[in-house]
């Protein structure tokens, strides 16, 4: 069994930085792709991006794109989010979770992962 936590969450100016870790306890970890999703008040859980198993393939969502970049570290269980140029509107509760197969790269549809994290909060003040 996978169990998730992320970290790194908290308040920083617009365009400023921050870097999202999502650890990972479970000897399977590094078969999995693993997806970053947001979710802000009063809306759904909006993905973010994801990484595969090896960090050689990396997906976002266009409203990230460029901004936001994915790796992981397998040795040690943790995948990282980085984000730069950070938005007003990027501000969420920020969640990671294991794509539900290991032999696919996953989709951009939360309810094919599993496992979430408890999430860490992101604000981005004007």
């Known amino acids: 069994q996978v169990q998730l936590a992320e970290s790194g969450g908290g308040l920083v100016q617009a365009g400023g930085s921050l870097r999202l870790s999502c650890a990972a306890s479970?000897?399977?970890?590094?078969?999995?792709?693993v997806g970053w999703f947001r979710q802000a008040p009063g809306k759904e859980r909006e993905y973010v991006g994801r990484?595969?198993?090896?960090?050689?393939?990396?997906y976002y969502a266009d409203s990230v794109k460029g901004r936001f970049a994915l790796s992981r570290d397998n040795v040690q269980n943790t995948v990282f989010l980085q984000m730069n140029s950070l938005k007003p509107e990027d501000t969420a509760v920020y969640y990671c979770?294991?794509?539900?197969?290991?032999?696919?790269?996953?989709?951009?549809?939360?309810?094919?992962?599993?496992?979430w994290g408890q999430g860490t909060q992101v604000t981005v003040s004007p």
């Open positions: 979770s294991r794509y539900y197969d290991t032999s696919d790269v996953g989709t951009e549809i939360p309810e094919q992962y599993r496992n």
């Open positions: 479970g000897r399977r970890f590094s078969a999995y792709t």
């Open positions: 990484i595969n198993w090896s960090g050689v393939l990396t």
